[in-house]
């Protein structure tokens, strides 16, 4: 797909036709592929569900021990309650709220650092492309989980922006490695050539000439680093290395894993907050896969047209 369809601005041969509206082209390419739809369905209930849990249920601290030890399935309890005697389906709704939070604040904070990193050291290069590319590279071939599992120890335990800070540290380093890419190969074209000879600025040239063409590739990264950041976030909790008091699916995962849930016959208790870390790492991946196949055709399925009936 074109960079002006992508980025929403006009075509020189459209003529005199109106101009679309800005981002309309992207919108109607995520409206005719599958995966974004089915992606976006999925993402938009999670986010309904962070925004107003309390039209989910009824119990407004989900932590409370007010039911009792283990309740099986009922009618007042859909999920059954934990251990401890808290309502497993308020579990559920209430960390719909955290993971969201930390997959949007990562994805976002990543994607600004790998645009500001890559995007500059194609444009600039020289010197600066070999600083920026050397520590790009660094942070690739560090073994990022043990790096995590580290700093995320010794750093802050416990702490919901130290947590954010290292994903965003250790998640920045691949899309700026294929910003970089694409920014060197649009860095010599003639729309950008044409803006140099105007004697426009480098921040200009970068934010209202080079970056619009490459939306699609850095909602791409966007949503890879989010997606990152789901599953490692709940991998960190698993292990005990987030708030074990906080109401999120990985504390869930945490607590149902000490106290045998498997084995005393709370299979619920494992299995909702796994499928949830999954549903919505699930969103994000097919928003990713839908986007690559947007922004290079290539990747997009190949439609047979059907076989016209012909007449007797």
Same mark, same amino acid.
């Given at each position: 797909m074109s960079a002006s369809i992508l980025s929403g601005t006009p075509d020189d041969s459209v003529g005199t036709r109106q101009a679309p509206r800005r981002g309309a082209g992207l919108?109607?390419?995520?409206?005719?592929?599958r995966k974004a739809m089915v992606?976006?369905?999925?993402?938009?209930?999670?986010?309904?569900?962070?925004?107003?849990?309390?039209?989910f249920t009824s119990v407004s601290d989900p932590n409370a021990h007010e039911f009792g030890l283990v309740l099986p399935p009922s009618s007042a309890h859909p999920l059954g309650?934990?251990?401890?005697?808290?309502?497993?389906?308020?579990?559920?709704?209430?960390?719909?709220?955290?993971?969201?939070?930390?997959?949007?604040?990562?994805?976002?904070?990543?994607?600004?650092?790998?645009?500001?990193?890559?995007?500059?050291?194609?444009y600039l290069g020289g010197p600066v492309d070999?600083?920026?590319?050397?520590?790009?590279?660094? +942070?690739?071939?560090?073994?990022? +989980?043990?790096?995590?599992?580290?700093?995320?120890?010794?750093?802050?335990?416990?702490?919901?922006?130290?947590?954010?800070?290292?994903?965003?540290v250790t998640g920045w380093s691949y899309g700026a490695r294929q910003l970089r890419a694409q920014a060197l190969s649009l860095r010599n074209r003639e729309f950008l050539e044409s803006a140099r000879v105007r004697g426009e600025r480098r921040s200009y040239i970068i934010v209202n000439e080079m970056l619009?063409?490459?939306?699609?590739?850095?909602?791409?990264? +966007?949503?890879?680093?989010?997606?990152?950041a789901v599953l490692t976030a709940a991998g960190l909790? +698993?292990?005990?290395?987030?708030?074990?008091?906080?109401?999120?699916?990985?504390?869930?995962?945490?607590?149902?894993?000490?106290?045998?849930?498997?084995?005393?016959?709370?299979p619920l208790w494992v299995i909702a907050p796994g499928l949830c870390v999954a549903l919505l790492g699930a969103s994000f991946a097919l928003l990713n896969y839908a986007f690559d196949e947007i922004s290079n055709p290539a990747l997009r399925p190949v439609r047979r047209p059907r076989a016209r009936r012909t007449g007797s």
């Open positions: 919108l109607r390419a995520v409206r005719g592929n992606g976006a369905v999925l993402l938009l209930i999670f986010i309904v569900l962070s925004i107003a849990p309390q039209l309650t934990t251990a401890f005697g808290q309502d497993i389906l308020a579990q559920l709704i209430w960390g719909t709220r955290q993971s969201l939070v930390i997959a949007l604040a990562v994805g976002g904070l990543a994607t600004v650092l790998s645009v500001l990193v890559g995007v500059s050291a194609a070999g600083v920026l590319s050397g520590l790009t590279d660094l +942070f690739l071939v560090i073994p990022t +989980f043990p790096l995590i599992v580290v700093i995320a120890a010794y750093a802050g335990k416990g702490s919901l922006l130290v947590m954010i800070a290292v994903l965003v619009p063409t490459m939306v699609s590739l850095i909602l791409a990264n +966007f949503l890879g680093s989010a997606l990152y909790q +698993f292990i005990g290395l987030g708030d074990n008091n906080a109401v999120s699916w990985g504390a869930m995962l945490h607590w149902a894993q000490s106290n045998s849930a498997l084995q005393a016959g709370q």
